[in-house]
């Protein structure tokens, strides 16, 4: 870079030089000995500012102040001097050559000031430029810039502050991910190691011959089972949900129907807990909707509600078409804190932190119904207060179109 630049430097020289002979010889028309006067000159002056050009570069490298200041005062004794020597040259009188001096002096004194006025700005700003680059190579990504100017400087300021808002959101990304990873495992080892464990003891009573009631024991190793699966389960689907890989296919259905064909399927589980379902639908519901995924949707919200149902309690199904398809599910539980709504539908979250056998539950059937209903086009909702009340709603479609059977 420093060749490229002393080429492109010494080429104006010369040009420079070239172009003060083509000038005499039109407006003078030197002859003989003062032409190759002149042409010594000229030479001799381009060559000096070269050289000096050279060597204040070099000297200037590691500071942009001084090269400011170089620069500043360089223009007028570069104009100053060459004035003076072709002056001297003419034999022009003492007084006039005392003149020009004091006008030179004059001129590089300005050139100082208006040098430091123009450049103190800039000097400043790269300070705090390379001030907030250092600090965020020290760990603190909150350090920015702050440059307010309208030129490129100005640019090269919000550029840096866009890029340390970026890093700092992406750290914080991957906390957020280390911390979810962190919880993920920890929730998935909590609620898998109790079911685990209770079939590991029923499995070694039942070898062991020391079960009293093999049946039930048989029995609770189903329910614990189920319970691993519906894990699993969910789990494949968040990560359906999450990788974009779940495409619904969707067909024109009847959402009450759909309400009970769901209710034969868990009422095994309903009956087990004590509880009562009960739907309630007044005709059909026409949606578009995925078949599958729908029954999911309900299946999930109906254990959710099973678990958190007090003995002989009731669960709850509705139905409705007005103003918009949707699906209500009431249990008499505890209900949801007004401070759980906003996070409900999250993963791994539960309103009561403490888990047990009965009412525990990995905190996912939630968040998969929230992924599910809105890859449908659909919206998810809740509402607080006693008996927990929690509902989606799905885009409908004609009544004429929709099937009244399943």
């Known amino acids: 870079m420093r060749v490229r630049m002393a080429v492109i430097f010494g080429a104006i020289a010369v040009l420079a030089a070239g172009a003060a002979w083509l000038g005499t010889e039109l407006v003078m028309a030197p002859q003989g000995s003062e032409r190759n006067r002149l042409i010594a000159m000229f030479v001799a002056i381009a060559a000096g500012v070269f050289v000096l050009g050279l060597g204040l570069s070099a000297g200037t490298r590691r500071s942009l102040t001084a090269r400011l200041l170089v620069f500043g005062v360089a223009g007028p004794l570069v104009v100053g001097v060459t004035t003076l020597f072709g002056a001297w040259s003419m034999f022009i009188s003492s007084h006039d050559m005392q003149f020009v001096m004091v006008l030179t002096a004059m001129a590089t004194v300005l050139a100082v000031g208006l040098s430091h006025l123009l450049g103190a700005p800039i000097v400043r700003d790269l300070e705090r430029l390379r001030f907030a680059a250092d600090q965020v190579s020290r760990g603190d990504l909150s350090a920015r810039s702050e440059l307010r100017r309208g030129d490129e400087l100005g640019s090269l300021g919000a550029a840096f502050d866009s890029m340390a808002q970026h890093i700092e959101d992406q750290d914080a990304a991957r906390t957020q991910a280390e911390a979810d990873r962190q919880f993920l495992m920890s929730s998935l080892s909590h609620d898998a190691r109790t079911p685990l464990t209770a079939m590991r003891a029923a499995v070694e009573a039942l070898q062991d011959g020391l079960a009293p009631d093999p049946v039930r024991y048989l029995a609770s190793i189903e329910h614990d089972l189920s319970a691993i699966e519906a894990i699993v389960e969910n789990i494949f689907v ?37 509880v009562v379902l009960e739907l309630i639908a007044d005709g059909s519901v026409p949606i578009n909707a995925d078949r599958v995924e729908t029954q999911r949707v309900i299946a999930n919200l109906l254990s959710n509600a099973i678990r958190h149902s007090p003995a002989s309690g009731v669960v709850q199904i509705e139905t409705t078409l007005d103003p918009q398809p949707s699906l209500v599910v009431r249990d008499d539980g505890p209900g949801f804190p007004e401070a759980f709504i906003e996070r409900a539908f999250d993963q791994f979250t539960r309103a009561n932190a403490d888990r047990n056998r009965r009412d525990g539950g990995a905190g996912l059937g939630l968040a998969v119904v929230k992924g599910l209903v809105e890859a449908q086009g659909g919206s998810v909702f809740i509402k607080p207060g006693s008996g927990g009340t929690v509902g989606f709603r799905l885009p409908g479609c004609s009544r004429s179109t929709a099937p009244t059977s399943m």
């Open 238 to 274: 968040l990560g359906r949900l999450d990788s974009n890989q779940l495409t619904p296919d969707l067909e024109q259905l009847d959402l009450a129907m759909l309400a009970r064909n769901s209710i034969v399927a868990i009422e095994p589980l309903a009956e087990k807990h004590d």
